[in-house]
C-alpha cells in the first residue's frame, strides 16, 4: 500500500521536474541511501555513535581528549529543545555562548576560531538558507538558477537522508554545501559525544548522497559554545552564524505572533541599512531559510530589491575566497572575483561523479576561480567516468549514483 503512494524518481534531473509540492514531497526510496542507512543515526533522532563504527569512535576519542584537557568545566546546558531556565551560568559568560550574549569571539588563549558573522567583502549580501534541503525546492531552485545565484545552503543530515535526490540538486546546482546538524536540535545541551555525532553523520551523510565533505556549519538556533566550537573545529568545520535575521523562520513556529508582512519588513531593514552606510566596510551574513513554501517564496520576492540595494549578493564560500570548500582537493569554487564578475557566457568547468555505491563517492571539479573572464575548462581523473559541463550547471552523473527507488 505504501509502495503506490511513492513516487518513482531515479536521479537529480528526474527529481527536480515538478514544481508542485505535492508531488515534489511524495516519498521515495533511493538505493545508495537504502544501502548505507545501518551506518547512520535513526533519522530525526538525536545522533550517537553508531555500534561498530570504529572510525567515528576513533576520532570522537581524539576530540574528546583535547575536550577535557582544554575545557573540563563546559557542561552541556539545558534541554534539547532549548529549555534554559534551569541553567546556573554566570554572568561573565565564561563559555562564550551565543544563546547567553550573542558571543562570537572565543577568548584568544583557548585556539578556538571566532564565529563569522559578516562578510568580508563591502556593499554584499552573505546568502545562505538553512534547514534544507527542502523537498518542495523546485520552484526555488529554479529562480535561483534562472537568476545565476548561487547560495550556501546549510543541510540536516536527516533531510539529506530523506530527500537525497534535493540534495544533489543544491551541489548540482552549483550552491556551496554546508552542515546544519543531525536533527536540528540546541547543541549546547548535548553530551561531547552526541554533539560530535551530529555534526559527524551530517558530513558524513553529505559525502555518501553528494560525494563531497563539507568544510562549514551553522548550528542550529546559533546555540554554541566554546564546547561545541572546539568539536566542530575537531571536525573541520567553520562556523558562520549571522548578523541580521530575516526571522522568516518565526512564521511557522507555534505560537508565534509573527507575520508575513514582518518578515518583509526584516528584509526590507537589511536593504535599507545598504543604502545609508552600515556596510561599507563588511557585508551582512543574513539568516534565511529553506524551511517552507513562505519562507522561500518571500525570498524570491525579495530578490530584486536585495540585488538593487546590494553591490554583490554571493555564497560564503565566494565572500571568503574559500576556492576549495570540501576536503577533497579535486572540487573549486570560484573566488569573490571569479563569481561576481561571471557572466552567463564565461563559465568555468567541473565534473562531478559518483558511484552506485553512494558510500565512496568522488567529487571532482575544477573552475577558474583565479580567473576573472572566461573558465577554464580543466578536469582532475580519479579513473571513473567524467561529465563536463558549465560550473554553474555541475551534473552528478545520474546512471552512476542512480537505480534509486524507495525509501
Ligand atoms: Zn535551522
Known amino acids: 500500500m505504501e509502495t503506490l ?20 514531497c511524495t516519498a521515495y526510496s533511493y538505493q545508495p541511501v537504502i544501502d548505507v542507512m545501518s551506518s547512520f543515526p535513526t533519522i530525526w533522532d538525536t545522533a550517537s555513535l553508531v555500534n561498530g563504527d570504529t572510525e567515528a569512535s576513533s576520532l570522537f576519542a581524539t576530540i574528546n581528549a583535547t575536550l577535557n584537557s582544554k575545557l573540563p568545566n563546559v557542561k552541556p546546558k539545558g534541554t534539547s529543545t532549548g529549555d534554559f531556565s534551569n541553567v546556573g551560568y554566570s554572568a561573565s559568560d565564561p563559555d562564550c555562548w551565543w544563546t547567553w550574549s550573542q558571543c562570537t569571539n572565543p577568548d584568544s588563549s583557548l585556539g578556538i576560531n571566532a564565529d563569522h558573522t559578516t562578510v568580508p567583502e563591502p556593499d554584499t549580501w552573505g546568502l545562505g538558507f538553512d534547514d534544507g534541503p527542502n523537498c518542495s525546492h523546485n520552484a526555488f531552485y529554479d529562480h535561483l538558477k534562472n537568476n545565476g545565484q548561487k547560495a550556501t545552503m546549510f543541510y540536516i543530515g536527516s533531510n539529506v537522508m530523506d530527500w537525497p535526490l534535493q540534495a544533489q540538486r543544491g551541489l548540482t546546482d552549483g550552491h556551496h554545501i554546508c552542515v546544519h546538524t543531525w536533527s536540528h536540535q540546541y547543541m549546547t545541551s548535548f553530551s561531547n559525544e552526541e554533539a560530535f555525532a551530529e555534526l559527524y553523520y551530517t ?13 562549514c556549519w551553522r548550528p542550529p538556533y546559533g546555540d554554541v559554545d566554546n564546547r561545541i566550537r572546539l568539536i566542530a573545529q575537531g571536525l573541520n568545520l567553520t562556523n558562520y552564524v549571522w548578523s541580521d535575521d530575516s526571522e522568516d523562520w518565526k512564521t511557522s513556529t507555534a505560537g508565534s505572533n509573527v507575520t508575513e508582512a514582518d518578515i518583509t519588513a526584516n528584509y526590507q531593514a537589511v536593504v535599507s541599512k545598504a543604502s545609508n552606510g552600515t556596510y561599507k566596510a563588511s557585508g551582512p551574513i543574513v539568516l534565511t531559510h529553506e524551511l517552507t513554501n513562505f519562507t522561500m517564496s518571500e525570498f524570491m ?38 563569481y561576481t564578475n561571471q557572466s552567463s557566457s564565461a563559465s568555468s568547468s567541473v565534473s562531478v561523479s559518483g558511484s552506485s555505491t553512494g558510500t565512496d563517492t568522488t567529487a571532482g571539479a575544477s573552475s577558474s576561480a583565479t580567473s576573472n573572464s572566461s573558465g577554464g575548462s580543466s578536469t582532475k581523473s580519479s579513473g571513473s567516468p ?11 552523473l545520474a546512471g552512476l549514483i542512480s537505480c534509486g527507488t524507495l525509501l
Do not use: C, H, M, W
Not at 558530513?203 to 568544510?215: C, E, S, W, Y
Not at 520576492?301 to 579535486?330: G, H, M, R
Open 5 to 24: 503512494n511513492r513516487r518513482q524518481v531515479t536521479d537529480e534531473a528526474s527529481a527536480a521536474q515538478s514544481i508542485d509540492p505535492g508531488t515534489e
Open 203 to 215: 558530513r558524513k551523510a553529505i559525502k555518501a548522497v553528494l560525494g563531497v565533505t563539507p568544510t
Open 301 to 338: 520576492s525579495q530578490y530584486d530589491s536585495i540585488k538593487a540595494a546590494f553591490k554583490y549578493v554571493v555564497p560564503l564560500a565566494s565572500a571568503f575566497n574559500i576556492t576549495q570548500p570540501y576536503t577533497e582537493n579535486n572540487v573549486s569554487y570560484p573566488d569573490f572575483l571569479a
Open 386 to 396: 567524467k561529465l563536463i559541463v558549465n560550473f554553474f550547471a555541475i551534473s552528478v
